[in-house]
């Protein structure tokens, strides 16, 4: 079956536009989660989504970051006048349950110039 | 600070010999461990996982062992292939209501040499 998918793959941007990246999870995941990965580091949590509520935004770095999630499918993580600091790759994972494994997607690879 | 450790940044190993990798963690709420191997432009996989209340799990040539008393895990894999090189991800799951965040090391490179 079809795994978690990420668009687009690769975004460059310039500094002070605005992003979004998109994931569609595995049908009928029910938990969503989106990570970071800067140069050099582990997988950094963001955010969490539970069907369509968000419980935990802990993770969102600063107001310039947010995320939804529609019909407990498709998420679209939104980054509002980037800055370079941004860069990073951005990986969503979907799970059956919050107590299951996580699968992961490819990834969008993000640079702002 | 950082919760889970990989002091190891990369790891080469002959083919056919043992892989070892190393992950280390300092939060005693911590109480299910997992795997992740990660190919380049891929997304991490799930390799193997070990909950706290066992010190072993063992699936084909991958092997965890979890010591709670040192807060150390390590990953095995017999014999080493050269399909197996790769970034190996250490994670860590907590008890409670967050216990759906992982916390991540910052990996391991393997390589397996033919």
């Known amino acids: 079956g079809a795994g978690v998918s990420q668009s687009p793959s690769n975004k460059v941007t310039e500094k002070g536009k605005d992003v979004e990246l998109r994931c569609d999870p595995i049908?009928?995941?029910?938990?969503l989660y989106w990570y970071r990965q800067s140069l050099g580091q582990g997988l950094e949590f963001l955010i969490y989504?539970?069907?369509?509520?968000?419980?935990?935004k802990s993770g969102l770095p600063s107001d310039r970051f947010s995320a939804e999630r529609t019909g407990g499918s498709v998420s679209t993580l939104t980054i509002q006048r980037t800055q370079q600091e941004d860069s990073a790759v951005y990986l969503c994972a979907s799970s059956l349950g919050q107590f299951e494994t996580q699968y992961f997607g490819p990834g969008t690879r993000l640079l702002v110039l | 600070d950082q919760q889970v450790k990989q002091n190891s940044p990369s790891l080469s190993v002959q083919e056919g010999r043992i892989s070892i990798l190393n992950c280390d963690y300092t939060?005693?709420?911590?109480?299910?461990f997992l795997w992740y191997k990660k190919y380049p432009a891929e997304g991490p996989t799930f390799l193997i996982s070990i909950s706290s209340i066992k010190d072993k799990n063992e699936d084909g040539r991958f092997t965890v062992f979890l010591n709670k008393s040192a807060k150390h895990l390590s990953l095995h894999i017999v014999p080493s292939q050269p399909g197996d090189s790769a970034v190996y991800f250490c994670a860590a799951r907590g008890m409670g209501g967050s216990n759906y965040k992982l916390t991540f090391g910052k990996g391991t490179l393997l390589t397996v040499n033919p």
């Open positions: 989504f539970q069907g369509n509520s968000a419980p935990d």
């Open positions: 939060n005693s709420m911590f109480d299910y």
């Open positions: 049908s009928g995941h029910t938990a």
